[in-house]
């Protein structure tokens, strides 16, 4: 028996082989440094009994088809020429080094490698590599497979849709099989790449959970099973049948591993904080986070310069800093039924390029951004007319938004975008992408994505300065894999800010603020027709990234002022709200919605809670805050007593102005805020005395 021990923030993950492949015998709280191994991998040995095998059938970093597993295997191969092949891989050699393990399994002509190595944040990252001799025919391959807690009643994965992204499901553990695949060829909004494990009790801020992220933009598949002695494991990998040629070498995408014993957040955090300071590559780390304008819903395909210029200037008047020209620019775009792929300026409507506005915009103080939608064509194109074979799929696929998509497995196909782009972003002087993916793919196919990953670090390479956004029908592709290669993510292409609330609260399990774009839309919705109030359109947005879409004419003087104020109050914030943790509340009203962002020295927050509906109860309910030296005295301030409706006519003292209480007060009892009407957003700044 070899046994191994990875070490990694809040966390230890023990490994054990008894004869075959390596399995995690443990995976939990930070162990004493002084845990004797031995003793621990005897203590977590099965019994048998009846109606059972002889031998417990491990649950291997590779669950194996051929020895007796009874539940999903990890492998699913193939010989070139389609025979199915059932290898009894047998573990041959560890290397080991501080905070890496690479533990290497052998049979025949193939290879089998897991690797975890400990992330700086805490997180673990694993990943499975296959190697053959020869070339074979890859169906399934699992990340390193983990155990799921026995105490625990259910899991929390993800899904949406299109404007209705980041939804949280709560689903009982039963026996048999949770399966999830995307097979979308995205990251998708559907099935996102993500899955929580809480064990009873968990909260927001209290108990013990895990969780798993697989980083990869294309599409993948989830297993969590309940075998039937009663073990529980969860896989992560590509989708089944991804890999579509024979091959020699195959690997997973790296699963990350987190554990909290101080519930959600705990996860929420690591997260956050191992996409910000670890996978997103800053062009620029210590500039601030610009305010973004985007035209979108202003202007749509109607682009002329004198519109674009004015709106420009109520922009740059009211706070923005980065001016982003989105769809309708190019080839001959005045809908969305022409012109993808053909990266040219449109002349008809740009007769001298794009420099008269770019240098309007200059002139502002902002920078400029642009759209495009490079893996994608249209059939009414000067690219498609000229490659119709350079079309991923069959000839007589469905189009999806009058697009069909290009084959980023092609090297001349890649090679063409990149050129198109960059020559763009050389003749003009753009420091910002929005980079959008409206196609669902009509294959899976690995290739797609890894093509795509060429082509964004070959283009990052080119013009290092250029930040680029993942938009993909709003949140269709957000994971680790994209964003070691983005810099912001679009959520949702609902700005509604009543959705919004919801959206970003939730996504905050997994997304930093910094890179979570979010913008104050129009008065009346263009994707829900809601009407809502601009202090609390403002202040959502002013939860991320922020930004505005709208036509800037179209708003009255008050709500000028008004987006003017958010606007002038989140740049002053920045430094530290863009580094800071989000951190959910656990409510006892279900019609509100609370979180902080709690700066990373301690010493200063921002409490948000969203009124979404009408309360049952007449008065608020008081809000517990979390994270807070419980022996320090803070001062909290309502920032917007003024957002207060006629009905709250009652002695609350944070309408009247600040408060110095103890963290352990504020924490143990919480903070009754005035009464609100639906769509308002109370904003409590804290400072620690």
Not at 87 to 103: C, I, K, Q, S
Not at 355 to 371: D, K, N, Q, R
Not at 434 to 457: C, E, I, M, S
Not at 491 to 508: G, N, P, V
């Amino acid at each position: 028996m070899k046994c191994w021990r990875l070490d990694s923030g809040a966390q230890t993950l023990v490994l054990a082989c008894f004869g075959a492949l390596p399995e995690v015998v443990y995976w939990g709280a930070l162990l004493p440094a002084d845990e004797d191994l031995s003793s621990l991998v005897a203590a977590t040995r099965n019994d048998l009994t009846g109606g059972m095998i002889d031998a417990l059938p491990a649950v291997s970093l590779t669950p194996e088809s051929g020895r007796a597993f009874q539940g999903q295997p990890g492998l699913v191969l193939a010989a070139a020429d389609g025979t199915p092949l059932h290898p009894a891989l047998v573990f041959d050699h560890a290397e080991t080094g501080p905070g890496h393990l690479r533990l290497v399994s052998r049979h025949g002509g193939l290879t089998l490698i897991h690797t975890a190595d400990a992330t700086p944040g805490g997180l673990i990252a694993l990943q499975t590599k296959l190697q053959s001799d020869a070339p074979v025919r890859l169906h399934w391959l699992a990340a390193p497979v983990l155990p799921a807690p026995q105490r625990a009643t259910e899991m929390i994965d993800v899904s949406g849709r299109w404007t209705r992204e980041f939804h949280l499901n709560r689903v009982a553990w039963t026996a048999g099989i949770r399966l999830r695949e995307a097979r979308t060829g995205r990251s998708g909004h559907e099935h996102p790449p993500y899955l929580i494990l809480p064990e009873t009790g968990c909260t927001n801020t209290a108990g013990t959970a895990f969780a798993l992220h697989y980083g990869w933009s294309g599409g993948h598949r989830m297993v969590a099973e309940e075998l039937p002695d009663g073990r529980r494991l969860v896989q992560f990998g590509h989708a089944s049948g991804a890999e579509t040629e024979p091959g020699t070498h195959f690997d997973t995408a790296p699963l990350y591993a987190a554990f909290s014993a101080s519930g959600l957040n705990g996860i929420a955090t690591a997260f956050q904080r191992h996409i910000r300071d670890e996978v997103v590559q800053w062009p620029d780390a210590a500039r601030p986070r610009p305010v973004h304008y985007n035209c979108w819903e202003a202007v749509y395909f109607n682009h002329n310069l004198p519109d674009l210029a004015a709106i420009a200037d109520r922009a740059a008047a009211i706070g923005a800093e980065r001016f982003v020209l989105d769809d309708g620019w190019f080839g001959r775009r005045d809908d969305d039924t022409t012109s993808l792929g053909d990266w040219t300026v449109d002349r008809n409507k740009w007769p001298d390029g794009l420099h008269p506005l770019i240098a309007h915009v200059h002139g502002l103080g902002m920078t400029f951004g642009i759209w495009f939608e490079p893996e994608m064509v249209n059939p009414d194109s000067d690219l498609f007319r000229a490659h119709p074979d350079w079309m991923l799929g069959p000839q007589d696929q469905v189009t999806g938004r009058n697009q069909l998509v290009l084959d980023l497995g092609r090297a001349e196909v890649r090679d063409y975008l990149f050129d198109a782009v960059s020559a763009i972003l050389t003749e003009y002087a753009i420091d910002y992408i929005k980079w959008d993916h409206n196609r669902l793919l009509p294959v899976v196919d690995a290739a797609q994505t890894t093509g795509a990953y060429a082509l964004f670090d070959r283009l990052r390479e080119a013009h290092p300065g250029v930040e680029i956004e993942s938009c993909a029908s709003g949140g269709g592709r957000i994971d680790a894999g994209i964003l070691a290669r983005t810099h912001r993510v679009w959520l949702s292409d609902c700005i509604d800010a009543e959705e919004r609330l919801r959206m970003q609260h939730d996504a905050a399990l997994f997304l930093p603020a910094s890179v979570t774009g979010s913008h104050v839309g129009a008065r009346k919705s263009h994707t829900t027709g809601r009407i809502l109030p601009m202090a609390f359109r403002a202040y959502v947005a002013a939860q991320r990234h922020m930004g505005f879409e709208m036509d800037l004419r179209e708003l009255t003087d008050a709500e000028t002022a008004t987006l003017q104020e958010v606007t002038a109050w989140w740049k002053a914030n920045r430094h530290w709200t863009m580094q800071a943790d989000i951190l959910r509340l656990d409510q006892a009203d279900p019609a509100v919605t609370a979180e902080m962002q709690l700066a990373q020295d301690g010493a200063r927050f921002i409490l948000t809670a969203g009124v979404a509906e009408m309360s049952v109860q007449s008065l608020p309910r008081p809000i517990r805050l979390t994270g807070l030296d419980p022996d320090v005295r803070y001062r909290v301030t309502l920032k917007n007593p003024q957002d207060a409706p006629p009905q709250s006519r009652g002695p609350n003292a944070l309408k009247s102005g600040p408060l110095e209480l103890s963290g352990r007060y504020l924490m143990a009892q919480g903070l009754l805020l005035p009464v609100a009407w639906p769509a308002t957003l109370w904003v409590v700044e804290g400072e620690r005395l």
